[in-house]
């Protein structure tokens, strides 16, 4: 089984903190994604990697980064923690492009 | 762009009910299709999807048939059990890596 897991599940962070959101995939795929989901609105794609080092953004980009060092982890970034930032923030992967997408358990962000 | 949209929520049913939980979609293209099922407290999970027109999935009891003519993709259980509350999400796929999601749906059931 595909298993994608996330560093936290449940994380208070105040305005203006850097936050660092983990996330392992173990099985080799080519493609990670981070999203937010927000009630009503469904799930949003912030950023994505398609490989090493390479990322591409998403829907919605403004006040978030990532990093890809390693094909297994990739992280999302917020440099300066926001309260419009609070969600529940899921990874997931993909071995390719057109496959199916694997997410992990969520974590759930609160700024104060 | 490629959009999802899902029926309205929350749907209530009792224990035993047929289910169906309407998506529909707008795509240029021919685009693969998913329902994601999210029970409480956790992440997303595949329960199927469709790959090209007429194609049915299925899963744990749960069927969808993708209709090019209709540009739909409805969520059907013949008889659902109170295991079946979580929230379920519309997808779809096309090019670009990037799912679509609708806004999803909350089922609960009722014993």
């Known amino acids: 089984d595909v298993k994608v897991t996330q560093s936290s599940r449940y994380l208070v962070k105040r305005t203006g903190e850097k936050v660092f959101l983990e996330c392992v995939q173990d099985m080799d795929h080519e493609n990670m994604f981070w999203y937010r989901q927000d009630p009503g609105l469904g799930l949003r794609l912030i950023y994505f990697?398609?490989?090493?080092?390479?990322?591409e953004k998403g829907d919605i980009p403004e006040g978030y980064s990532v990093s890809r060092e390693k094909k297994e982890r990739f992280s999302l970034i917020l440099e300066s923690a926001s309260t419009n930032q609070t969600s529940m923030y899921l990874c997931a992967s993909s071995r390719t492009e057109k496959e199916t997408q694997y997410f992990g358990p969520g974590t759930r962000l609160l700024v104060l | 762009g490629d959009s999802v949209t899902q029926m309205e929520g929350p749907v209530t049913l009792s224990e035993e009910a047929c289910l169906t939980i309407n998506c529909t979609y707008t795509a240029t293209g021919y685009p693969s299709l998913f329902w994601y099922v999210q029970y409480p407290g956790e992440g997303l999970q595949l329960l199927l999807k469709a790959t090209k027109a007429d194609d049915k999935g299925s899963n744990k009891g749960f069927e969808a048939t993708y209709r090019k003519e209709t540009t739909s993709f409805h969520l059907e259980k013949g008889s659902v059990q109170v295991s079946d509350s979580a929230v379920y999400f519309c997808a779809l796929l096309q090019g670009a890596q990037k799912l679509v999601f609708g806004q999803g749906t909350r089922l609960t059931i009722n014993p």
């Open positions: 990697s398609y490989d090493v080092k390479m990322k």
